[in-house]
């Protein structure tokens, strides 16, 4: 059994249409069912330091939304779980303008405060850049910026090390991890073949798996296996995220 590392979004008590938002009480069985089955949490820097350990689970929240620290902030402090944020450094404490949700509920980012609170609480955050434009594509100065800039705000305003970077929307090819490389990062989730998910892959590339609204107890444990079966779980994560591309075609027409 390899080391895992599981992404969600929002954890929140209002219902949208989209699929990555999970109710606060699913979400806490399958924390519950998880520990059940033996497994341990860390921050993503706990995992790549024991990558021996057997068993042991990163939870990552890409976005950064409030609805973390109120809902899913609480269940896992009550089990001593710790997580990592990855947040947009021009949305703090803003509402998600850069979304494009079909039932047209904003939501909003987390504030300073509540995420300082987080990492005093044993959270690690990483960049998720400063606009979460898509990288794929754009010019190599806007690549750096939003590499560069968003990892110096986040380590001055919160006086810790910023260790990890998050594509928006996944996508990502050579130049955007070799720009991550020269910035500091140590490591970068995005997309990735399905060899990654199933080796050992190169030590700066961090694979994920995205846990939806409509995942059965059995599909998480799906995510979470070293066989077959996690392959039906890496072709669902890229059918939604193909879907989710909805968002880079709105903001490209504005």
Excluded at 70 to 88: Q, R, S
Excluded at 151 to 166: P, S
Excluded at 205 to 212: E, G, K, S, T
Aim: aromatic share 12%; hydrophobic share 40%.
């Amino acid at each position: 059994m390899k080391n895992r590392v599981l992404v969600y979004h929002k954890v929140d008590v209002r219902p949208e249409l989209g699929a990555g938002c999970i109710s606060p009480k699913r979400f806490s069985q399958q924390i519950e069912h998880l520990l059940n089955r033996g497994f341990e949490f860390g921050t993503l820097y706990d995992i790549r330091k024991n990558q021996n350990k057997t068993k042991l689970i990163a939870l990552t929240f890409d976005d950064g939304y409030q609805n973390v620290f109120l809902y899913a902030y609480p269940i896992l402090k009550e089990f001593g779980i710790p997580a990592t944020l990855f947040l947009i450094t021009n949305f703090l404490g803003a509402q998600n303008t850069w979304d494009v949700n079909l039932g047209g509920i904003k939501y909003q980012h987390l504030t300073i405060d509540n995420i300082a609170k987080l990492i005093d609480n044993g959270w690690e955050i990483g960049s998720h850049g400063v606009s979460h434009c898509m990288l794929a594509g754009m010019p190599t100065s806007t690549i750096r910026e939003e590499l560069r800039l968003s990892k110096q705000t986040l380590e001055q305003q919160f006086m810790t090390d910023v260790r990890y970077f998050c594509t928006p929307f996944g996508k990502l090819n050579r130049q955007i991890i070799c720009e991550a490389q020269s910035a500091g990062y140590q490591g970068i989730c995005g997309f990735f073949p399905f060899k990654y998910y199933k080796e050992n892959p190169p030590d700066f590339i961090i694979p994920r798996l995205a846990v939806y609204s409509f995942d059965t107890l059995r599909a998480l444990e799906r995510k979470l296996a070293n066989n077959w079966q996690i392959r039906f779980e890496i072709i669902k994560q890229n059918v939604v995220n193909f879907c989710a591309n909805g968002t880079v075609i709105v903001h490209n027409l504005k």
